[in-house]
């Protein structure tokens, strides 16, 4: 019919009738099928309302709850005989929607279904149940905040629930989750005075009890308890909650009211086990009031009850036992930790032996009472490692009898020995400590809480304190057996502290001051830091082996990462102090010659003596940076402790360096003054200050060379690469460039500039010819005389200048007249050969550019008869070959003096006896090519090689 008839009027009837039929026989789809065409087709029919009506129940029947929602919430929304069914069926579409949820664990959202019902429909007869459900899904988060804000609303709107009880139960167990015990224990009171089962009731006002007591509110506790054994006499509970009711009155100050019910108690129950608990309590009043000496007689009555229990076979309390002897061995540590080692000498010994005795007693006490097994064995294992610190810690501190400051010194360095063989037994027993507790304590469970609630109520205990715990007490072993090993260490530290404040004898010399503190470093504070540093090393690896770290382990490595500096800084100072005073006394030294004074003699002895001093003072330094370092690096310290030891090492060997090499050249300018004068004066005095200061000058250099090859040899060992050890490979390459090139694997650009014709000569001294701005255009080159004898396997040649006599010259046509001959004027004629000239001195000139980086660069020269050298302005060297002999060779570094672009090096040369002397040099430079090369070299890493292009520019003059 709907085929054949689609728009007849009776369609909608039969687009009806069919659903209806599909609907009767639960086949829902078909049914939706018909009725959704119908209310599509024809909305505004007789049956379409009647459509809608079976279609939200038909989407309800087959599961859709969301959909039966949807046209619920459309259908109630119209004024038909439907409304109230369907606003029935979309409560109950929400709240099966929610138990989906619920069902598949999605708490959160569950609860907050479970809420939106009762907020669309808050009439629906199961909205109580849909808030009492919403609670419980908050529980199980858990939420308890949300949870007790719902509980809160189903009482309030639903008072006669049949889910108030179970409501009443869960919330007072919420308020007690989240600590608020005051409401925690009015809800139970309520639901004890509420509930008709005697039972729950029993639990609820216990529990009521309980939580007046953690909320600390004493009076109504012991309300509480009263009205428990009004209401239930016989429960197994009464008497003991009456009994604890005296433990509330102590706390109320109530004296008279607790031993009133001790009294009942005791006579009620002569041979309870309570009465060893009731002197118990009565002692933890007197103890809080301070009134020891009370206090302790009741913990004694106490023992005594209970071992009159136990002698006759009654049960006695264990824990109670555990706990009065606890707490009177307390007092007794308490004294015992007031107990200090002070003067006069008998009662000094007195109280050692005083304290030794307690010190028995106490670890006894504190061993039976972990003997007893009860929750105070944590605590009380922890005390017996105390005990033995704290007997330490009083013997580390006593005073000491004798004023003699050598004398203190000595015995503070017998209690620090004895003290820390104390420390040792403290940090044992705690270890002892350590391997008993953890067979007690129990791995923290990874299952979750079960948060489900039957709504009875169950019994509360009293929460457990952190301090009844194991782990808590490990925790405090473990720190203290760091700390005790980090006091141990920290016993030679007063002893340290006192040789280092050590006075040096009265009536020595600067220099024999210096050798005393090298050698008290040497012999006493060196063995005594190894000592400290060598127990703080002890802490970290006992620590490391027991996976402890806390702040006492910081400490060490503190401590280890001074220490380990301590002996090489001072040994750096002293060879400092020892430079300066050597500095201070070059300048009397100068004063004693000019005064031709004998005594400076003896005072270049002792400059010669300082000097040796200074250096091996440095290169011990630099053994003891070294070790330092290896122990730093051994003992794993963090990358700075380690970073700063490296850094400060090679900061003071560069240092070191670089004081010694001023000074060597201080010397040296002296020395070449003072040979100046003895060959103006033949002065004795002049000739003796020359040979001294050229002594110190050489001393002072090698000396500077040990220290740079001592400090690069650990550069390569530890492959470091920082200011310091940047500035000692440079100042290596700097002098001797190709042994130290092949030892990094870099390769250096060298150039070389032998002396030939196109270096330039003049017989005249003009001003400012030994700077690069000087123009010599007008200057002659070089004469090449042959090839170089004194300095030979060189390309140089030997030259000089040979001029013509201007009154010869005088007699020649314009065109022969010539002032100069060089080789590119060979003498041949035999005229001009009768006019040469060849002059006494002569000025040379050789300007060469470095394109690049100078590394390094000498000069090697060798003239008949002597010699000024000067390099870019800068006086260098001066020699003279000594009368009748042959030229010697020399070798000049010029590192210093080299600038990157143009340079010059000038040489004054004079042939004093007309012996027809010449000058033969070779100038060598050696060059990287570029800033990235520098780089490379002084961060440790191997340098393109020479020659390669780079597309860097060479560095412009800020760079430079």
């Known amino acids: 019919f709907i085929k054949l008839f689609p728009q007849d009027e009776e369609t909608p009837a039969m687009l009806s009738k069919a659903g209806a039929l599909y609907y009767q026989r639960h086949d829902f789809k078909h049914a939706l099928r018909y009725f959704k065409t119908l209310t599509k087709h024809f909305p505004q029919s007789d049956q379409a309302l009647y459509a809608r009506f079976i279609t939200m129940e038909s989407y309800f029947g087959k599961g859709d709850y969301k959909s039966a929602e949807i046209v619920a919430d459309r259908l109630r929304g119209q004024n038909s005989e439907y409304a109230e069914r369907a606003n029935q069926r979309l409560a109950q579409a929400i709240f099966l929607q929610a138990k989906t949820f619920a069902d598949s664990l999605d708490h959160l959202r569950a609860a907050r279904e479970f809420q939106r019902m009762v907020a669309t429909t808050p009439d629906a007869e199961f909205a109580d149940l849909a808030l009492f459900n919403a609670a419980q899904e908050y529980d199980k988060l858990p939420d308890y905040t949300q949870a007790i804000a719902v509980y809160q609303q189903l009482l309030a709107q639903h008072p006669q629930s049949e889910y108030r009880l179970s409501a009443l139960n869960n919330l007072a167990f919420d308020y007690h989750e989240i600590g608020d015990f005051e409401d925690a224990a009015v809800t139970y009171r309520e639901l004890a005075d ?21 909320a600390e509110n004493w009076r109504q506790a012991i309300a509480v308890n009263n009205a428990f054994a009004d209401r239930f006499p016989n429960a197994d509970e009464a008497d003991d909650l009456l009994f604890d009711n005296a433990k509330y009155y102590l706390k109320l100050q109530d004296l008279e009211s607790a031993n009133a019910i001790y009294a009942r108690f005791a006579e009620k129950f002569p041979d309870s086990p309570r009465v060893v608990e009731a002197h118990y309590l009565r002692g933890e009043y007197f103890r809080s009031q301070n009134r020891l000496a009370e206090a302790r007689a009741e913990y004694e009555k106490a023992l005594a009850s209970s071992e009159s229990l136990h ?27 007031a107990i200090r080692f002070t003067l006069p000498e008998p009662a000094l010994s007195e109280k050692k032996k005083q304290k030794k005795d307690l010190l028995l007693q106490l670890v006894n006490n504190y061993t039976k009472v972990a003997a007893f097994g009860t929750p105070r064995l944590y605590e009380a294992t922890y005390r017996i490692g105390n005990s033995y610190e704290e007997f330490a810690d009083a013997w580390a501190n006593q005073e000491i009898a004798t004023t003699d400051e050598n004398a203190r010194i000595v015995a503070r360095k017998e209690i620090s020995e004895t003290t820390a063989g104390l420390y040792r037994e403290a940090v044992d027993a705690y270890k002892k400590g350590v391997e008993v507790l953890r ?18 109520p169950a019994r509360l205990s009293a929460s457990d304190s952190t301090e009844m715990r194991p782990e808590h007490w490990i925790a405090k072993c473990e720190e203290k057996i760091s700390e005790d090993l980090f006091k141990m260490a920290e016993t030679g530290h007063r002893t340290l502290d006192d040789l280092l404040s050590a006075q040096v004898p009265a009536g020595m010399s600067k220099l024999e001051q210096l050798v005393y503190q090298q050698q008290l470093l040497k012999k006493a504070i060196f063995p005594t830091v190894e000592k400290v540093l060598q127990a703080h090393a002890n802490n970290l690896s006992e620590s490391a082996a027991l996976n402890l770290e806390n702040r006492w382990v910081d400490s060490s490595r503190t401590r280890v990462a001074f220490l380990a500096k301590l002996v090489p800084e001072k040994l750096a100072g002293l060879a400092d102090a020892a430079l300066e005073f050597y500095a201070q006394r070059l300048d009397e030294y100068v004063s004693l010659v000019e005064k031709d004074d004998d005594a400076a003699f003896d005072l270049g002895a002792e400059l010669s003596n300082l000097v040796s001093l200074a250096t091996d003072l440095a290169l011990n330094s630099a053994a003891a940076y070294k070790k330092a370092v290896e122990r730093v690096r051994a003992l794993q310290l963090s990358d700075e402790q380690i970073t700063d030891a490296e850094a400060e090492m090679m900061q003071r060997l560069s240092e070191f360096a670089i004081r010694e090499d001023s000074l060597a050249v201080a010397a040296e300018t002296k020395r070449n003054a003072y040979d100046q004068r003895f060959k103006e004066t033949d002065a004795a005095n002049y000739e003796d200050a020359f040979y001294t200061l050229d ?17 690069f040899e650990m550069v390569r060992e530890f492959q470091l690469s920082n200011t310091g050890s940047q500035a000692i490979v440079l100042a290596l390459l700097r002098e001797q460039p190709e042994e130290y090139a092949a030892q990094l694997d870099i390769e250096l650009d060298t150039e070389v500039f032998p002396s030939s014709s196109d270096w330039r000569a003049s017989a005249t001294q003009e001003p400012g010819w030994t700077d690069v701005s000087f123009s010599d255009s007008l200057w002659s080159p070089a004469y090449r005389e042959g090839a170089a004898t004194a300095i030979a396997d060189t390309l140089a040649s030997a030259v000089w200048l040979t001029e013509i006599d201007p009154t010869f010259a005088a007699g020649l046509d314009s065109s022969q007249q010539a002032t100069t001959i060089s080789s590119e004027s060979p003498l041949q004629t035999d005229d001009l050969s009768r006019a040469i000239r060849r002059p006494d001195k002569v000025y040379f000139r050789r300007e060469f550019a470095v394109s690049g980086i100078p590394i390094s660069g000498r000069v090697l020269l060798a003239v ?10 800068r006086f260098v060297a001066e020699f003279a070959a000594p009368k009748g002999g042959k030229p010697a060779a020399h070798t000049l570094n010029i590192a210093r003096f080299l600038e990157q672009r143009q340079n010059i090096v000038a040489i004054e040369a004079t042939d004093r006896d007309r012996s027809r002397g010449s000058l033969e040099a070779v100038v060598q430079v050696w060059r990287l090519q570029d800033l990235e090369q520098l780089r490379k070299v002084l961060s440790g890493e191997r340098p393109d090689a020479a020659g390669e292009e780079h597309g860097q520019d060479h560095m412009d003059s800020n760079e430079e």
Not at 194 to 214: F, I, R
Not at 439 to 456: E, H, L, Y
């Open 695 to 711: 002594d110190l000058d050489l001393s002072l250099s090698d000396g500077r060379t040990k220290i740079l090859k001592a400090g």
């Open 311 to 337: 002698t006759s076979g009654r049960e006695f309390d264990d824990y109670f036992t555990a706990e009065a002897l606890f707490q009177l061995t307390e007092l007794t540590f308490a004294e015992y930790k």
């Open 194 to 214: 509420s509930t008709p089962d005697s039972s729950q009731a029993v639990t609820a006002l216990y529990n009521a009890s309980v939580s007046y007591v953690e």
């Open 864 to 873: 008949d008869d002597s010699s000024r050298v000067y390099c870019n302005g």
């Open 439 to 456: 067979r007690f304590a129990q791995p923290d469970s990874t299952a979750p809480a079960d948060t489900s609630r039957t709504g009875a």
